[in-house]
Each structure stands twice: as structure tokens, then as C-alpha cells.
Nanobody, 122 residues
Framework: QVQLVESGGALVEAGASLTLSCAAS????????MGWYRQAPEKQRELVAT???????VYADSVKGRFTISRDNAKNAVYLQMNNLKPEDTAVYYC????????????????WGRGTQVTVSS
């Protein structure tokens, strides 16, 4: 069973930095795209950043210039370096992956982590 496990969430002050990590395990053949989403209280889940296997990155306008997404394909891992955090970045951050589970199965499957809480105080 594929699992995505996040870590790195914390309570920090505005202006601080954090790095979130996420690793996929349990029957992964290849990962086509990995990314981070977040959901603040009473708001919809939104894309923060995504990075496909072929390179290139996509960021939400609100985090451009402050957040950096990267991945380690050998570890099936994705990271989110967050700098100059603001109170409006407070949310539960979810890892997302679109992947293939077996070499003979061309279908892509989507998985979500359980989330890690990031709280930024003013």
C-alpha cells in the first residue's frame, strides 16, 4: 500500500524558515509528479507548488520567491523550503503524488499524505 508521510511542520514566528519533507513508500514504480497543497481553516485546499518528473516547477503566486520545491527521485521524496513565512501561510500542508505502482500498469494513481501543521505567529 502506497503511503506518503510528511514531516517538518511547526509553530514559528513570522519571518522564520521551515522545510517540509515527504517520502513515498510501499509499492512505487515511478512518480510522475509530486507537490504540496495547503488548507487553512474554513478555506479550500489550494496548490502551493508542484514539480513533475521532467523538471520545471509551478508555484502559487502567494509563495513565489519565498518557497522552493525540490525532489529526490532516488528517495521518492519531495521537499518544500519555506522562507520568510507569514501568518497567512498558516495551514495544514499536504503532500501529493501522481505515480505508477507497477511496471506493467500504465495507470497513474493519486495519493495524499495526512498533512503536517504549519502555524506562523505574527
Amino acid at each position: 500500500q502506497v503511503q506518503l508521510v510528511e514531516s517538518g511542520g511547526a509553530l514559528v514566528e513570522a519571518g522564520a524558515s521551515l522545510t517540509l519533507s515527504c517520502a513515498a513508500s510501499g509499492g512505487v514504480f515511478s512518480i510522475n509528479a509530486m507537490g504540496w497543497y495547503r488548507q487553512a481553516p474554513e478555506k479550500q485546499r489550494e496548490l502551493v507548488a508542484t514539480i513533475p518528473s521532467g523538471g520545471g516547477t509551478v508555484y502559487a503566486d502567494s509563495v513565489k520567491g519565498r518557497f522552493t520545491i525540490s525532489r529526490d527521485n532516488a528517495k521518492n521524496a519531495v521537499y518544500l523550503q519555506m522562507n520568510n513565512l507569514k501568518p497567512e501561510d498558516t495551514a495544514v500542508y499536504y503532500c501529493h503524488a501522481r505515480l505508477r505502482r507497477r511496471v506493467w500498469d500504465a495507470k497513474e494513481y493519486e495519493y495524499w499524505g495526512r498533512g503536517t501543521q504549519v502555524t506562523v505567529s505574527s
